[in-house]
């Protein structure tokens, strides 16, 4: 049976334990190994130590399950290049042919000279240490042949492996009672490995699972990080130094303890001399070699912190990628297997990072806000490619440490990223939230040229409609930024951001099918729920990451495909077997027509609330956003080949951005942080450098029906009351504004004398109506005109601006 680490049978004291050790070892020596162990139990009864004999051979396995050994596993950037390293042990495993001979020799000249000889243990030397034992019983000899320590550091290993770190302990155990009966364990594994495998398989098995030194194991880790070179390059100097190692790896380790490392080397090369794997010549010589005159210590930082040296400001990427393997089922069926198999399985993993971009992503939003910016205010960035989701870059201004010490500018948490994955819960991304108002409202057949009042007003839940009904009547008195709007068309209302503007479009629609919309672009909030549906979330109330927006409105960039963001491109095991990855499931989540006319009404924002940043030399579009007391500010833009989205705050309050000084700039009195003032120049400084000399295309041209509407025939009011006019205008499509001086006219005082656009024009559907109202008096007669006007069947053909006046400013 293979063996469990704790089936250990029952317990005996040392005398007994010794006595069965040195029967068996005097058995073995006279009749064999095999004698040994079919005799061991009768000698057992005569000298009173049955109950040892049942414990070490009936209950003990004849069968070792060897596993396959922990490897360190490799993650790597986009371009092959190595971001970091992950292990429980840090090995690489390799076959006995990469293995310089001179090395084998070396670990058989010191570990077991009769290795070839014996059939997994060596009688001889069991019983001239058993009988030191019992001379000595202060200090235990050991006799273990090298398969006996292959049998041990395997045990230990699977022990590790399931958790059973009693077990472990146990397998380790070299004094007493216990440290007897592991030997015979170990004695009666070895005989049975011996029966069944070969002794190069072994010796490569020992040479892969020992440890050289503090956190080296295995032969290839330990002549890279020593020597700089593979094992299968090693001379007989180095082989001798690492031969010694294993006997005490902290003891003998070359580089903490380069004196006593040398003298055990020296040992070593006395053995390899004695046994002929040297010459005297070579022996002389390399004693008087300084070891330190050997090494050439190729120290590496384990894990994520790693990552900065390699690509700036990678920590955070790496992070994200280590938690992906976490969560994940396609890598385990528990977070306890995913994390072994991360630190245990000798993965490669290839990300989609690209390290170009990295670089210039991390500098820049750096350089928006230093680390050591005084004013604490910190600022991330991520980057994903439309149409497949990849995450090529993810930044912010601070260091990335995971230690439990921590000074300012340094953290483990990822600003970019959804709590489960390392961040710090998102954050209200403001006006940013609004084009997924704008696309429902398209998908409802609306236009961008239709009208929209953007008045400051209180409001009220009751006049937004959620999954078919009319909210609570509980008011709610939203702002503008900057004054009042006006009626203005939706385009305008994008260009500026007007807060009343936009809500005055969700009036229209149903607050259902807009959070909807954004959840089929894969909007959620940090913490994984869906978007609310309550009025203010028009303008941006949940925390969402930065990565979540730069997803979503990577979907207008590809022309309405929604892929999720992924980190990962392959992975492959420690045999070089491919594994399942987190797929990014690209899906049409727009028609092209919608992702058109949001492209054509985000590209106008460096003429709205982002004019004075400066614009890149190709095709963009995007976003503003600010809270309300300018906690966060946001900027999420794209090309049709890259999207960012930067984020810009206090990461764990809500700190108004006000009266206050960033990166050496005074924002006050009365000045404040808007997305324009460090988010969008960090993103243009961004994406201008990382699109330097790419051929960046075009957006897909905006539909006549997206742009201006289905041309509706305006009905004739002239004559009526405000009340019926007002009815009957709404009734088709429109708005009315009625204008404040009235006009003498035939119709009677209080009704309809003229209409702009007039009666059966063709104009947008939802465009307002601009109607004047007769004061009772006959017109005057105008001698230019034919004919009076406000005549009802003869209504006012005149113009005027039907958008009824400019646009006003919302919280860009």
Known sequence: MAYSPRARGRQVNAFQALALLVSFALIAGVGGVLAGAMVLPAVAVVTGTTNVAVTAFDNLPTELAVKALSEKSTMLAADGS???????????????????????????????????????????????????????????????????????????????????????????????????????????????????????????????????????????????HYFGKHASELNYIEGATLAGVTNSPTAFDPVKNPADSQGRRNIVLRLMQEQGYITDAEYTAGIATPIADTLHVQNSKVGCMAAGDVVPGSGYFCDYVTKVVASDPAFGATPRDRVDLLYRGGLT????????????????????????????????????????????????????TATLSQVAGETAVNYNTDKAYGGSGGFQPGSTFKPFTLVEWLKQGHSLNEMVDGTKKPLNENMFTTCGAKGTNKAYTPSNSEGNGHLMTVLQATMNSVNLAYLD??????????????????????????????????????????????????????????????????????????????????????????????????????????????EPPFTTAGKTGTTD????TWFVGYTPILTAAVWVGFPNTYTAMQNMTINGKRYYPNHQVFGASIAAPTWSRFMTQALAGVSVPSFGAVGTLELNGLPVSVPNVVGQSVDAATATLKGAGFRISVAPDQVGSSVPAGSVATQSPGAFSKVTKGSSITVQLSNGQPPAADPNQPGQPGQPGQPNQGGGNPGGGGPGNGKP
């Open 629 to 632: 007391l300018n906690e966060e």
């Open 505 to 614: 479009m969700a009036r229209q629609l149903d607050m259902c099918n807009i959070m909807a919309g954004a959840k089929d672009l894969g909007v959620h909030t940090a913490t994984g729920a869906d978007p609310s549906t309550n009025a203010a979330n028009v303008i941006g109330t949940d925390t969402v990451a930065p990565l979540t927006m730069a997803a979503a409105f990577a979907t207008f960039a590809s022309g309405g495909t929604y892929c999720a963001p992924i980190a990962i491109t392959s992975v492959r095991d420690a045999n070089g077997k491919e594994l399942a990855v987190p797929q990014a499931g690209c899906r049409q989540a727009l028609e092209p027509r919608i992702a058109n006319a949001v492209n054509y009404a985000l590209s106008n924002v460096w003429k709205g609330t982002a004019k004075g940043v400066p």
């Open 82 to 224: 190595v971001l970091a390293t992950f292990y429980a042990e840090n090995r690489v495993v390799v076959p006995l042919t990469a293995i310089a001979p001179i090395m084998q020799n070396a670990v058989i000249a010191t570990e077991d000279k009769r290795f070839y000889a014996h059939g997994g243990i060596d009688p001889a030397g069991m019983l001239r240490a058993g009988v030191r034992n019992v001379l000595s019983p202060g200090g235990q000899q050991g006799a273990s042949t090298l398969t006996q320590q292959y049998v041990k550091n395997t045990l230990i290993e699977a022990a590790l492996r399931s958790g059973d770190y009693a077990a472990a302990a146990a397998a380790r155990e070299a004094t007493g009672a216990e440290g007897y009966s592991r030997k015979l364990r170990e004695a009666k594994l070895a005989i049975a490995l011996e029966k069944t495998t070969p002794k190069q398989t072994i010796l490569e098995g020992y040479l892969n699972i020992a440890q050289f030194g503090i956190n080296i194991y295995g032969i290839e880790t330990a002549a890279n």
């Open 349 to 400: 993993i290839t990300t989609t990072l690209d390290p170009h971009q990295q670089a210039i992503a991390d500098a820049e939003v750096k350089a928006g806000i230093p680390v050591d910016d005084p004013s604490g205010v910190a600022s991330a960035i991520s980057v994903v490619e439309p149409g497949s989701g990849k995450i090529t870059a993810m930044a912010q201004n601070r260091n990335y």
